[in-house]
C-alpha cells in the first residue's frame, strides 16, 4: 500500500523550496539621522510627449535645472516650451532629505486626473520610481480603488547621500530603475562606473538585476567649497553637467572626467548682484596667465557661494609650472526633437555597448513634434516597484542540491 503521506510531504517541500527561489528584496533606502539635505538625481523616462515645463512640473522643479542637468542649451527661445519626446531618458534634479529616519524626497505632489489609479500613477507617470503601495501608505488612503479627480498625492521618491561621496570622492547619487535590456556590468560601464562598486553601494549579493529595480548609481562630480553660511554650501554638480546657483545668475559646469568646479555668469538675463572680484578688475570666471621665468602666474577670480542675496567671489593667484590650458567645458546639446540615435538618454545596454562617445548638438528645429497630452487618462504600463531585487545563482544552486538531498534522504525513509 502507498504511503499516502509522501504526497503531501512532496507539496510541502515544492512549497518550501519556492519560498526560498523569491527574489530577495533589496532596496536603496539609506538610513540617516540628521536634518540635511543633499544633491541628488532621479533617471526618469517620459512615459508621452512632454514639454520641458510639464517634466518640472511633475516632480515641482525649476525646468532650467532640468535641462542644464541633461547639459542641454538653456538659450534656446521659448525653451521651456520646447516638446521632449516620449521614451527620453532624463536626469532629474531633485533635493533628498531625511524623513522619519531614512533618505526620501517627499517634495513631489500629484494631482490626480480622470482614469488614474495608484498603479498607473506609480508604474507610468513616475515610471516605477514610486510602487502604488508607497504612495498609498504616504497618504494613508484607505481604498486604492476610489480616487478622487483632483486630489493632491504626495509622491515618495528614492533617493541618496552617502555623504556626497563615493570611495572618498564627490559623487551624487542616481536613482536608477533598471529595464528590460539592463545588466548590472552595462549599468557600471555606462555610468563610469565598476561593477564592485554598484554591488557595495546597493549592498548586492550577485550582480543579478531584474527590470523594474531601483539602484543608487554613484556619478562622478565636482565638488564646491563654499563657507558653511552660503544658501548653497555643499553643491555638487556631476561629470558632464551644469548646476544653477545664486538665483540663476551664476551657471557651474563639471566637465567630464573633471573634479573641479567651473562657474561664470549664467546666459539668462536676470538682475544681479555685482560678480567682480574685490581689488581687481576681474570678474568672475575670469582667469589671467602671466608667465614668468619662476613658471607660470595664475589669476582667478572664483564663485564662492551665495548669501543673503550676495554673490561671493574669492581671488587666488598661484605659480604654476605651466600654463593651463584653456577651461573645458560639458558640450551643450541641444533640445532634442527626436530619441538621438546614439541613444545618449537610454537606458544602459549590454557591456558589448561601447558608449556614448563625442555627441554632437542636434541642429535646431522649428518643427517640433505633436504632444501626446500631458498626461493620458490611459498611460501605458511600465515597471512597477520601486525596491530594487536580486537573487543570487550560486546561492539558488545550493539550495536546490540541498533541498534535493533531503528530498531524495526523506523517500528512502519512508519507503
Do not use: W
Amino acid at each position: 500500500m502507498k504511503n499516502p503521506e509522501k504526497p503531501i510531504f512532496f507539496v510541502l517541500l515544492i512549497l518550501a523550496s519556492s519560498s526560498f527561489f523569491t527574489a530577495t528584496a533589496k532596496s536603496t533606502i539609506e538610513p540617516c539621522s540628521s536634518n540635511d539635505t543633499c544633491n541628488s538625481l532621479l533617471g526618469y523616462t517620459l512615459y508621452t510627449d512632454l514639454k520641458v515645463s510639464e517634466v518640472a512640473s511633475l516632480f515641482q522643479v525649476d525646468p532650467i535645472s532640468v535641462l542644464l542637468a541633461n547639459a542641454i542649451d538653456i538659450s534656446y527661445p521659448d525653451v521651456e516650451n520646447h516638446i521632449l519626446p516620449s521614451k527620453l531618458f532624463l536626469k532629474i534634479p531633485i533635493t533628498c532629505s531625511c524623513v522619519d529616519g531614512i533618505r526620501k524626497s517627499v517634495m513631489t505632489h500629484y494631482k490626480t486626473r480622470p482614469s488614474d489609479t495608484l498603479g498607473s500613477i506609480a508604474d507610468s507617470v513616475y515610471g516605477g520610481l514610486v510602487s502604488a503601495e508607497q504612495i498609498q501608505e504616504a497618504n494613508s488612503v484607505t481604498d486604492p480603488s476610489i480616487l478622487d479627480v483632483g486630489t493632491s498625492l504626495v509622491v515618495p521618491l528614492p533617493c541618496a547621500c552617502f555623504n556626497g561621496t563615493d570611495n572618498s570622492l564627490p559623487s551624487v547619487y542616481l536613482s536608477y530603475v533598471v529595464r528590460d535590456i539592463d545588466t548590472l556590468a552595462g549599468i557600471a560601464r555606462r555610468y563610469s562606473t565598476t561593477l564592485t562598486d554598484l554591488m557595495n553601494v546597493n549592498a548586492m549579493g550577485a550582480p543579478d538585476v531584474s527590470s523594474g529595480d531601483i539602484l543608487a548609481v554613484p556619478l562622478s562630480a565636482c565638488a564646491s567649497n563654499f563657507p558653511r553660511y552660503a544658501s548653497d554650501f555643499g553643491l555638487i554638480v556631476p561629470n558632464g553637467s551644469y548646476a544653477l546657483a545664486a538665483g540663476h545668475c551664476v551657471q557651474c559646469s563639471c566637465a567630464l572626467g573633471s573634479r573641479n568646479l567651473y562657474c561664470e555668469p549664467a546666459s539668462l538675463a536676470v538682475s544681479c548682484s555685482s560678480m567682480q572680484c574685490r581689488n581687481s578688475n576681474l570678474m568672475l570666471g575670469n582667469i589671467t596667465v602671466q608667465q614668468s621665468s619662476a613658471g607660470c602666474n595664475v589669476t582667478t577670480c572664483s564663485y564662492n557661494g551665495f548669501s543673503n542675496g550676495t554673490i561671493l567671489t574669492s581671488l587666488s593667484r598661484s605659480l604654476q609650472p605651466r600654463c593651463p590650458g584653456p577651461q573645458q567645458f560639458a558640450p551643450l546639446l541641444a533640445p532634442p526633437d527626436a530619441l538621438p540615435k546614439d541613444m545618449m538618454y537610454a537606458p544602459a545596454p549590454s557591456p558589448d555597448f561601447d558608449g556614448p562617445g563625442s555627441i554632437a548638438a542636434s541642429p535646431r528645429s522649428s518643427v517640433l513634434p505633436s504632444s501626446g497630452g500631458s498626461f493620458p487618462g490611459n498611460p501605458a504600463n511600465g515597471p512597477a516597484g520601486s525596491f530594487s531585487t536580486a537573487t543570487s545563482s550560486s546561492v539558488n544552486y545550493f539550495l536546490i542540491t540541498f533541498l534535493i538531498s533531503i528530498a531524495s534522504f526523506v523517500f528512502v525513509f519512508l519507503s
